[in-house]
């Protein structure tokens, strides 16, 4: 009779949104590097952005032609000596395809925006606890290959001097390369190393090899940068070994990812909570000031932060 029924604030933890509890002792970059789900209108913005300024910095690249025609014959040497110079074979052998060498071209003028586009739509949709870390190789990949455009200028192999290479776009007349014809004033001419087209689409390939359920898709994951290589070699707009140069590019994209998120990519939760409020970590001050305040006075402290009825405690008791 008379005592005060005491009871602690039951159900206050279950009460704050779970990612309070994963943050609460986290500082910024610990919060940066944890996957979230991303958000819709930031990443249209962030790609478009990155795109335009990869644009804009890689035409910005001085066109220097001299140096660009040198580097292009020595690597068309060394692929000599190496035994596998054969882009020429190949780039005569397909032109005499009309039909196939035409698609080719739009293939190669095409694809590459196209399909990298979905497979990021496909990952922001099905998969978005790895999307940022799986966007990040993408795009770390790319600006690996800006500062090869910098660094290595060189002329793709319809552009040689002597090379005995078809232009497929400028015999056939296609619209398929932002290098030749009337579209050739807008890009860089001599950016051929290393190869995006390669880059892309194995980073392409690769993520739908590894996340895809079903056994065709993931197949047809695979042999799309197969294909891809073959394009950029049948249309004379790479080297065998620029394809090399887009593939030690994504594998530092790779690293860049592995090193920031501590795991690759592909093996990060497919999916992540939903963003909590953002008065959380607010409340989980409050939450724990009315715990200690409770254990210090033997009394529970009503809970005004969310707006619940003090029920905690009771008058005395009559008998």
């Known amino acids: 009779m008379g005592e005060t029924t005491v009871t602690k604030p039951e159900g206050l ?26 958000r819709f209108w930031f990443e249209i913005l962030l790609i478009a952005v990155s795109y335009w300024t990869y644009s804009l910095v890689r035409n910005a690249v001085p066109e220097q032609k001299s140096e660009a025609l040198r580097n292009a014959d020595w690597i068309w040497r060394v692929e000599h000596h190496l035994g596998i110079a054969v882009e020429a074979s190949v780039n005569h052998a397909v032109n005499s395809v009309h ?12 694809l590459h925006f196209i399909v990298t586009l979905g497979v990021l739509v496909w990952l922001y949709r099905r998969h978005p606890g790895r999307y940022a870390a799986t966007r990040l190789v993408l795009f770390a990949t ?6 090869g455009y910098y660094l ?48 892309w689409s194995l980073w392409c390939g690769l993520t739908i090899a590894a996340l895809a359920t079903v056994p065709w898709v993931r ?24 394809a090399v140069g887009g ?6 994209g790779f690293t860049v990812a592995r090193l920031w998120y501590g795991r690759m990519p592909y093996t990060l939760p497919r999916t992540v909570p939903a963003r909590g409020p953002r008065v959380s970590r607010a409340a989980a001050r409050r939450a724990a000031a009315r715990r200690a305040a409770a254990g210090t006075s033997g009394r529970s402290v009503p809970d005004k932060s969310h ?13």
């Open 152 to 199: 290595y200028p060189l002329a793709p192999p319809r552009l040689m001097n002597g090379g005995d290479f078809i232009d497929t776009v400028m015999v056939h007349q296609t619209w398929g390369s932002m290098a030749s014809g009337d579209l050739k004033h807008m890009s860089n001419q001599y950016a051929a190393m290393p190869s995006m087209h390669i880059g």
């Open 99 to 110: 039909w196939l060498i035409v698609g080719m071209n739009y293939y190669y003028a095409t």
């Open 219 to 242: 197949v047809l994951g695979l042999l799309y940068p197969a294909l891809t290589l073959v394009v950029i070699v049948a249309t004379a707009n790479h080297f065998w070994l620029d």
């Open 13 to 38: 933890e279950a009460a704050l949104p779970e990612t309070v509890a994963a943050d609460s002792g986290h500082g910024p970059l610990r919060r940066l590097r944890t996957p979230r789900r991303p």
């Open 142 to 147: 790319t600006a690996v290959a800006l500062v």
């Open 307 to 319: 707006g619940l009825p003090d029920k905690s405690h009771g008058r005395s008791g009559r008998s």
């Open 247 to 252: 593939m030690l590019c994504l594998a530092f």
